[in-house]
């Protein structure tokens, strides 16, 4: 005869295999293993390179990115001429028209007033120019000759209407003004030489520079 316990164990054998417990499957389920990524070889990697640049697509891409480059730079100095070549004539023909008067400023106040129009436009126009990065330091102190130049321009405005004209003040502004102008040349070349651009000082002092224009490397 079988004992109390013995009784019991046919009991709970009887209702596991009744019920079955799920997990007892997950424990003893083998596990899949995931297959690993497959690992791209050293010699791979090396024949793509070599197709890439067999193609001639990364110096396609250099050549692009000099162009874009150098037209960038073309934009800005040729922007930057208009704006400041028109303001410096008119200050230039003011001043010869003051000395002319020899301080009688009675008969130039329209011109004062253009050329003090035309300076303070134009020096917004160049505010709102974005530099190349080789240029910054020749914005900088063209905006600083314009600052010189605006504040002579306007002594000649409260001069005009105070009739009290000073000549040596004016010559104060034209000397730092003329000092100012003397440094924008050397920061043109300096920029030139960091933007890697062709370019020659002419016998007249003036600078005459290239841009390339396409792949070919040719240069305008």
């Avoid at 596990?31 to 193609?55: C, D, E, M, T, Y």
């Avoid at 874009?68 to 200050?91: G, P, T, V």
């Avoid at 974005?130 to 409260?158: C, G, W």
Wanted: hydrophobic share 35%; charged share 25%; proline share 4%.
């Amino acid at each position: 005869m079988a004992t109390p316990a013995q009784k019991n164990f046919r009991k709970q054998m009887i209702l596991l295999n009744q019920q079955r417990d799920p997990s007892y499957d997950d424990i003893y389920r083998p596990v899949r293993k995931r297959k690993a990524p497959q690992k791209w070889s050293w010699g791979a990697i090396g024949f793509i390179l070599l197709a890439l640049f067999a193609s001639g697509l990364p110096m396609k891409i250099y050549n692009e990115l000099t162009i874009h480059h150098d037209q960038q730079i073309r934009s800005y100095l040729q922007e930057r001429e208009q704006y400041f070549s028109s303001s410096d004539q008119s200050f230039k023909q003011l001043i010869t028209k003051v000395n002319e008067a020899n301080g009688n400023l009675t008969g130039l106040t329209l011109d004062i007033n253009e050329t003090d129009l035309m300076l303070q436009q134009n020096y917004l126009n160049l505010m709102d120019l974005e530099p190349p990065r080789d240029f910054n330091e020749l914005h900088k102190k063209t905006m600083e000759l314009y600052v010189i130049k605006q504040a002579a321009v306007d002594y000649l405005v409260s001069s005009s209407l105070s009739k009290t004209y000073h000549p040596e003040i004016l010559s104060t502004y034209i000397q730092e003004s003329n000092m100012k102008l003397s440094q924008l040349q050397p920061l043109m070349i300096e920029g030139l030489q960091k933007a890697d651009l062709r370019y020659k000082v002419n016998t007249d002092g003036t600078l005459t520079y290239w841009v390339r224009e396409d792949y070919a490397g040719s240069w305008e």
